[in-house]
């Protein structure tokens, strides 16, 4: 069958089979590997992307679902050559060890402070709750949120 969609604000089409998963369609069709394929059973979160604004976990989302929709993945954070302010937290709060969960916290955070740009650490909590990190034990990610929340806001103490 075939599928368009816009992915990072280009629009992409290509024709698959009906069973591939989107995770499948962003790193094998489109190169795309930011977004990591942990699980398969939307357990660990690592695959988050946007799908029309919202967080979904793309291993367990058809491509074909996709059709005539929006994505954004990790490699759309960056605009204009500078990082998202949840990249620059991550990297300044050491917010990631391996990096395998990485990708999908980041979306997950960004859609958060899109939506609430003061968010406590246990609204940063509840938001992330349904990804896993197995390295980090989640300090240095809220931390790292938090960082991102203060950045935008332009606190002095965002550099922490």
């Known amino acids: 069958m075939k599928v368009t969609l816009t992915v990072n604000g ?10 591939l998963l989107l995770i499948h369609f962003l790193r094998d069709e489109l190169g795309l590997t930011g977004s990591h394929w ?12 946007w799908l029309d604004e919202t967080p ?7 491509a074909a679902m996709a059709d005539g929709r929006r994505v954004r993945t990790v490699e759309g954070l960056a605009r204009g050559g500078a990082l998202d302010p949840v990249q620059e937290g991550f990297s300044a709060c050491h917010g990631l060890q391996c990096g395998f969960c990485t990708p ?29 990190c197995r390295c980090t ?8 949120v938090l960082w991102a929340a203060r950045h935008e806001r ?7």
């Open 137 to 144: 034990g989640y300090e240095n990610i809220v931390r790292s």
């Open 56 to 62: 979904v976990k793309s291993c367990t989302v058809l």
């Open 10 to 19: 280009t629009e992409y089409s290509r024709t698959i089979e009906p069973r």
């Open 104 to 132: 999908g916290m980041m979306m997950t955070a960004r859609w958060l402070l899109d939506r609430n740009p003061d968010p406590t650490q246990a609204e940063v909590r509840e938001a992330i709750s349904g990804q896993i």
């Open 154 to 160: 332009g606190d002095d103490d965002s550099r922490r």
């Open 38 to 49: 942990g699980c398969d059973t939307s357990n660990c979160g690592a695959c988050v992307v």
